[in-house]
């Protein structure tokens, strides 16, 4: 595998030796030199990239975060509504209670002055019957 590997490069890329053109000859610091500049170019792409995936990044995630805080602010105005209508709901019942205990105590009155009325009564009736049915 190898070997054919080598042999499509030899073909399509590298001159024939056969062929009438000439191999041009490069020295060792031109050679250091190819290097050098391909890794810097290796170093700027790369950087270039990463840069370019760091804003995608950083765009996306505002953009999430952005989504968040509004239906962060939808639910709480939400919620403030219905602690609004909670709040509202339960001055009314507290409003009602007061009118039920009003109620229970104009109830109580009445039975106080009925438990009098009563107690009145049945002393009259003692001193009814007493005449009625003297002693023996």
């Known amino acids: 595998m190898k ?3 080598f042999r499509v490069l030899d073909v399509t890329v590298l001159p024939h030796i056969g062929d009438n053109e000439e191999m ?3 020295t060792e610091p031109q050679v ?3 290097i050098g500049v391909m890794v ?3 170093a700027a ?3 270039i990239v990463t840069q370019s995936f760091n804003r995608t990044m950083n765009a996306r995630f505002e953009a999430v975060s952005t989504k968040l ?3 962060f602010e939808a639910m709480d105005a939400r919620l403030d509504g219905l602690r609004t209508e909670m709040v509202l709901r339960f001055e009314q019942v507290d409003d009602r209670f007061a009118q ?3 109620r229970f105590a104009q109830v109580d009155r009445r ?4 438990e009098t009325r009563v107690g009145d009564l049945d002393r009259d009736m003692q001193s009814v019957v007493k005449r009625v049915f003297p002693p023996e």
């Open 3 to 5: 070997a054919a590997f």
């Open 24 to 26: 041009i000859a490069v």
């Open 32 to 34: 250091w030199t190819i």
């Open 40 to 42: 810097a170019a290796l």
């Open 45 to 47: 792409i790369l950087t």
């Open 69 to 71: 805080d509004a239906k």
């Open 100 to 102: 039920v205990d009003e």
């Open 111 to 114: 039975l106080e002055r009925l």
